[in-house]
T-cell receptor, first 111, second 112 residues
Framework: EDQVTQSPEALRLQEGESSSLNCSYTVSGLRGLFWYRQDPGKGPEFLFTLYSAGEEKEKERLKATLTKKESFLHITAPKPEDSATYLCAVQARNAGNMLTFGGGTRLMVKP | DADVTQTPRNRITKTGKRIMLECSQTKGHDRMYWYRQDPGLGLRLIYYSFDVKDINKGEISDGYSVSRQAQAKFSLSLESAIPNQTALYFC???????????FGSGTRLTVV
C-alpha cells in the first residue's frame, strides 16, 4: 500500500527564516511526486511534479527536491503570503492517474 | 469563471437524506475525480472517471455514487447521508498521467 507522511504537521516561522518541509513516501514504483499549496477555504493549487531521484524544481522562494525515500520543500526567506498548507502526493506506476496524499504541513509565517 | 466549479459551497443535511454535489469544468480535461478531505487524514479518493463511459471506485467509495453526465460534468451523490460523511469534498480534473490536478474550491458538507 502506498503511503505518504509529511512532517512537521505545523511550522511557525518568522519572515525571512528559511526552513524545509519533509515528505516521506513508500510506493510500489514511483511515477511522480507532486507538491500542492492549499489556502484556507480553497482547493489545492499545483506547484511541482518531480519524477526521479536527484531532480530539483524551483518557483520563487520554493525549491522541491527528491530522493528515493523522501522529498523536501525548501522555503527560502519566506514571506507572510507563503502561509498555507503544503500537500505532498505520490503517483505509483500501476495507479493510473491516481494520487495518494499526505496529511499536509501547515506553514505560518509571521511578519 | 473558475476552471472547476463546485456547487453548493456549503451544505447542511440531515442523517438519511440523499444529497448531490455537482462539479463542472471548463478545462476540457477527460479525467475527473472526487476526493474528501478530513483533518489529519489528507485527501482520499472516492471515485474517478477517465471519460464519460468510464467510472471507477477509489479508496473510500462505500456510501457514495457518481454520475458523469458529460465530459464537463461529474456529480457525487450520498444516497443516505450519515454523520461520518461530514467533510470537505473536492472535485478535480487532470489532462493525463503526471499532469497536476486542477481542483475546485470545495463543498463543505455537514451531516447532522
Amino acid at each position: 500500500e502506498d503511503q505518504v507522511t509529511q512532517s512537521p504537521e505545523a511550522l511557525r516561522l518568522q519572515e525571512g527564516e528559511s526552513s524545509s518541509l519533509n515528505c516521506s513516501y513508500t510506493v510500489s514504483g514511483l511515477r511522480g511526486l507532486f507538491w500542492y499549496r492549499q489556502d484556507p477555504g480553497k482547493g489545492p493549487e499545483f506547484l511541482f511534479t518531480l519524477y526521479s531521484a536527484g531532480e530539483e524544481k524551483e518557483k520563487e522562494r520554493l525549491k522541491a527536491t527528491l530522493t528515493k525515500k523522501e522529498s523536501f520543500l525548501h522555503i527560502t526567506a519566506p514571506k507572510p503570503e507563503d502561509s498555507a498548507t503544503y500537500l505532498c502526493a505520490v503517483q505509483a506506476r500501476n495507479a493510473g492517474n491516481m494520487l495518494t496524499f499526505g496529511g499536509g504541513t501547515r506553514l505560518m509565517v509571521k511578519p | 469563471d473558475a476552471d472547476v466549479t463546485q456547487t453548493p459551497r456549503n451544505r447542511i443535511t440531515k442523517t438519511g437524506k440523499r444529497i448531490m454535489l455537482e462539479c463542472s469544468q471548463t478545462k476540457g480535461h477527460d479525467r475527473m475525480y472526487w476526493y474528501r478531505q478530513d483533518p489529519g487524514l489528507g485527501l482520499r479518493l472516492i471515485y474517478y472517471s477517465f471519460d464519460v463511459k468510464d467510472i471507477n471506485k477509489g479508496e473510500i467509495s462505500d456510501g457514495y455514487s457518481v454520475s458523469r453526465q458529460a465530459q464537463a460534468k461529474f456529480s457525487l451523490s450520498l444516497e443516505s447521508a450519515i454523520p461520518n460523511q461530514t467533510a470537505l469534498y473536492f472535485c478535480a480534473t487532470s489532462q493525463g498521467a503526471l499532469f497536476g490536478y486542477t481542483f475546485g474550491s470545495g463543498t463543505r458538507l455537514t451531516v447532522v
